[in-house]
Antibody, heavy 117, light 110 residues
Framework: QVTLKESGPALVKPTQTLTLTCTFS??????????VSWIRQPPGKALEWLAR???????FYSTSLKTRLTISKDTSKNQVVLTMTNMDPVDTGTYYC?????????WGQGTLVTVSS | QSALTQPASVSGSPGQSIIISCTGS?????????ISWYQQHPGTAPKLLIY???QRPSGVSDRFSGSKSGNTASLTISGLQAEDEADYYC??????????FGGGTKVTVL
């Protein structure tokens, strides 16, 4: 059974760096073809794709946010970590991690991050 | 890259069919057949309805169907039901091997 769960701070201050962890089970990110993505959703607004890391450590970032994002994996811990620098109130929203590839589509429950001083 | 363009809202009566469009460019929707559609009810994670333009995952009702023409993909919901009232998002692979989502469409069942 594939599960993913996001964790991290619920509140961060403007200009701080956000670090989110996705802990998953039911698969290994070292297996060929596996990948984990991060997607966010501001309150009442649309989904926004952020980043993806593949089994071979290939990394892909949103064009508009790539200067602020870093994605990494710890295969031994079954974790993927996303960092986002220079947080701003507009970055407030629910952050999801997901395993997405065709019909292979699993999402975490999401974690709400609020950016406020 | 900007979000894919979807109508903000679409409505229909029970039993009717509705179509949600998703317009992109040659760099995303028009260039690849990796188009997905998601349904999202309030407070929940998105649920995959359609992948690869027109494929349905097991367990998804055949009332949902997808298609594509040029730079525009479409989701058709047939036999509209009250439970279909939700937000719907398209998503496409891009020429940078990233993904784009649409701005979302709120479906209202009258």
């Amino acid at each position: 059974q594939v599960t993913l769960k996001e964790s991290g701070p619920a509140l961060v201050k403007p200009t701080q760096t956000l670090t989110l962890t996705c802990t998953f089970s039911g698969f290994s990110l070292s297996a060929p073809g596996m990948r984990v993505s991060w997607i966010r959703q501001p309150p009442g607004k649309a989904l926004e794709w952020l980043a993806r890391i593949d089994w071979n450590d290939d990394k892909f970032y949103s064009t508009s946010l790539k200067t602020r994002l870093t994605i990494s994996k710890d295969t031994s811990k079954n974790q993927v970590v996303l960092t986002m620098t220079n947080m701003d109130p507009v970055d407030t929203g629910t952050y999801y991690c997901a395993r997405i590839r065709g019909s292979d589509d699993y999402w975490g429950q999401g974690t709400l991050v609020t950016v406020s001083s | 890259q900007s979000a894919l363009t979807q109508p903000a809202s679409v409505s229909g009566s029970p039993g009717q069919s509705i179509i949600i469009s998703c317009t992109g460019s040659n760099s995303d929707v028009g260039g690849y057949n990796y188009i997905s559609w998601y349904q999202q009810h309030p407070g929940t994670a998105p649920k995959l309805l359609i992948y690869n333009v027109s494929q349905r995952p097991s367990g998804v009702s055949d009332r949902f169907s997808g298609s594509k023409s040029g730079n525009t993909a479409s989701l058709t919901i047939s036999g509209l039901q009250a439970e279909d009232e939700a937000d719907y998002y398209c998503s496409s692979l891009t020429n940078k091997n990233t993904r784009l989502f649409g701005g979302g469409t709120k479906v209202t069942v009258l």
